[in-house]
Nanobody
Framework: QVQLVESGGGLVQAGGSLRLSCAASGSIFSINAMGWYRQAPGKQRELVAGITSGGTTNYADSVKGRFTISRDNAKNTVYLQMNSLKPEDAAVYYC??????????????????WGQGTLVTVSS
């Protein structure tokens, strides 16, 4: 019912920048919070940044001051601007969205949607 498609990953040198995008599509009534997570090899998935529908943001301590999350509600899209990248930022980055969809003729339900992931590689 809901698809999240990420783009923008790739290979960058340490100190460089990348911008990730994630577009949501499907039978969407509204999108609540959106966020970016990452998972490095051998590590657990961790929250990188989140943003509410009203624009309130939160960040992992490790990325504060370097990463910026934003969203375009009209396009159902969330972005992650990553600056001053470090080798330890290398991971698969996943988009996540708390989405409300129509359920039948009169109902609604909330879904926890995930993208397929986009790989970010940072060379030292």
């Amino acid at each position: 019912q809901v698809q999240l498609v990420e783009s923008g990953g790739g290979l960058v040198q340490a100190g460089g920048s990348l911008r990730l995008s994630c577009a949501a599509s499907g039978s969407i009534f509204s999108i609540n919070a959106m966020g970016w997570y990452r998972q490095a090899p051998g590590k657990q998935r961790e929250l990188v940044a989140g943003i509410t529908s009203g624009g309130t943001t939160n960040y992992a301590d490790s990325v504060k001051g370097r990463f910026t999350i934003s969203r375009d509600n009209a396009k159902n899209t969330v972005y992650l601007q990553m600056n001053s990248l470090k080798p330890e930022d290398a991971a698969v980055y996943y988009c996540n969205a708390d989405v409300t969809v129509r359920d039948g003729s009169w109902g609604f339900k909330r879904l926890d949607a995930w993208g397929q992931g986009t790989l970010v590689t940072v060379s030292s």
